[in-house]
């Protein structure tokens, strides 16, 4: 029996496609824009293309899913039988996606709750799997939708880049920023703090970079009840995903979930781009992925 609430979020969450159907979880994807072209992501454009575009300098922006991808969102559901969508955002102070959203839900075929989660990557998809979770066991839209705040309040979102031109570029850091760290050489290790993107440390490596933010997973999993582990990187650097999964694993007894950055989440990054989420996840869901 299909779920009377179904859980929805947009492509930046980095889902795999086989987590998202096992939970029954829709996608709206982001827009990347290439110079001036836009394609949905996904089925318009993979994060291979983005970086090559990036690295060749092309204009490369992103913008949230159109009205029409949004209504598809609740038409989908209906057409599993649901009689609710809860839709679980990336930070409303990165995109205006939670936004477009709640300005097109009058016009949906289904009531629909928007629920900000103040984050971004895999903290925000493994919030989803929660509410999912919570879906699926009979939870009211109420419910499912607290479910996704408590996980997203959890969540620890920690990410480090060789440059921050593709940052600065996208307006995700300053300027000063970007060139307070190419002219002294500073990596920086960032983070999700209240929904924006901030740099939480400096070090004068990219491999130290790393590490500090596989330290920094591996000492927040311990304090959640279901800590899973949610590790991402682009097409390219399978080396790089191995020697972290590698340290993380060796750290700790929590599920890894493994799963490539979003082409949205590549326009930002830019090539050698490396994100690490841990999520206090329902159980179910830790049940599932351990």
Known sequence: MA???????????CLPLELAEQWGVLIAPLQVIVDEEAFDEGSGIAPQAVVDALVSGRTVGTSQPGPAALLRIADDAKALGADHVVFVALSGAMSGTAQAMEAVACRACLPVTVVDSG???LAAGLAVLSAAAVACA???????????RRASESSLCLFTVDSLEYLRRGGRVS??????GDALGVKP?????DGRVEQVERVRTSARARAAVLDRIAARAPSHAH????????????????KAHD????RGDWPIVTAGLSAVLAAHG??????????DVHADVAAALG
Request: glycine share 10%; no cysteine.
């Open 3 to 13: 779920p009377r609430v179904v859980v929805a979020t947009d492509s930046s969450a």
């Open 119 to 121: 984050t971004v990557s």
């Open 138 to 148: 009979g939870g009211s839209a109420d419910e499912v939708a607290a479910e996704a």
């Open 175 to 180: 300027d000063t920023m970007a060139a307070l």
């Open 189 to 193: 290790v960032l983070g999700v703090v």
């Open 227 to 242: 800590p899973v582990v949610g590790l991402m990187t682009l097409p390219g650097d399978d080396e790089m995903a191995s």
């Open 247 to 250: 340290v993380l694993a060796s």
């Open 270 to 279: 830019g090539p050698r781009s490396l994100a690490v989420a841990v999520v």
